[in-house]
T-cell receptor, first 111, second 112 residues
Framework: EDQVTQSPEALRLQEGESSSLNCSYT??????LFWYRQDPGKGPEFLFT???AGEEKEKERLKATLTKKESFLHITAPKPEDSATYLC????????????FGKGTMLLVSP | NAGVTQTPKFQVLKTGQSMTLQCAQD?????MYWYRQDPGMGLRLIYY???????DKGEVPNGYNVSRLNKREFSLRLESAAPSQTSVYFC???????????FGEGSRLTVL
């Protein structure tokens, strides 16, 4: 059973059209939820860490929020340069040394 | 800043051939990781090294071996490559007990 599920798999937006990406998780005793951005042909790049329900983090047009069951990545007035695959991840149940990643949401923002 | 450097960036192998993917980081991180990324499967952990001198299996270790050569370097070896090992391989590093991983740019491996 997947520990991390992301939706939608792909999302196409017009420039300026705000939306949200979802990451739901099933681990108990969450020790953090992590968001990454991955550009085509590149490795993932760290964006945010969220540790507790109600926590929010912002970076430019991105805001990540966390509840007890899921996290949202809100994208406000996106630009074409926000096009990328967004990944979320949680520490594995067996320890804190490794992350389990979701399959990602591929975001395409058209001018 | 170099960060995490992987070599080679591209490699084509025939079934049964062996090869080693090299990874080095210059951030003085304790922990290093090898992931593979396949379409529809996401990133999956192959092996990791929580600290120098230790290595542990991840989700998909079969067919691979690793060596933590020193604090900077962590190599991944395919002893007898199979077509199922066609993938993009990412090395990453982090401070211990943090989910902030720094990834290399990836090594694209094709096994014919």
């Amino acid at each position: 059973e997947d520990q991390v599920t992301q939706s939608p798999e792909a999302l196409r937006l017009q420039e300026g059209e705000s939306s949200s990406l979802n990451c739901s998780y099933t681990v108990s005793g969450l020790r953090g939820l992590f968001w990454y951005r991955q550009d085509p042909g590149k490795g993932p790049e760290f964006l945010f860490t969220l540790y507790s329900a109600g926590e929010e983090k912002e970076k430019e047009r991105l805001k990540a929020t966390l509840t007890k069951k899921e996290s949202f990545l809100h994208i406000t007035a996106p630009k074409p340069e926000d096009s990328a695959t967004y990944l979320c991840a949680v520490p594995e149940n067996s320890g804190y040394s490794t992350l389990t990643f979701g399959k990602g949401t591929m975001l395409l923002v058209s001018p | 800043n170099a960060g995490v450097t992987q070599t080679p960036k591209f490699q084509v192998l025939k079934t049964g051939q062996s090869m080693t993917l090299q990874c080095a980081q210059d951030m003085n991180h304790n922990s290093m990781y090898w992931y593979r990324q396949d379409p529809g499967m996401g990133l999956r952990l192959i092996y990791y090294s929580a600290s120098e001198g230790t290595t542990d299996k991840g989700e998909v270790p079969n067919g691979y071996n690793v060596s933590r050569l020193n604090k900077r370097e962590f190599s991944l070896r395919l002893e007898s490559a199979a077509p199922s090992q066609t993938s993009v391989y990412f090395c990453a590093s982090s401070e211990a007990y943090t989910g902030e991983l720094f990834f290399g740019e990836g090594s694209r491996l094709t096994v014919l």
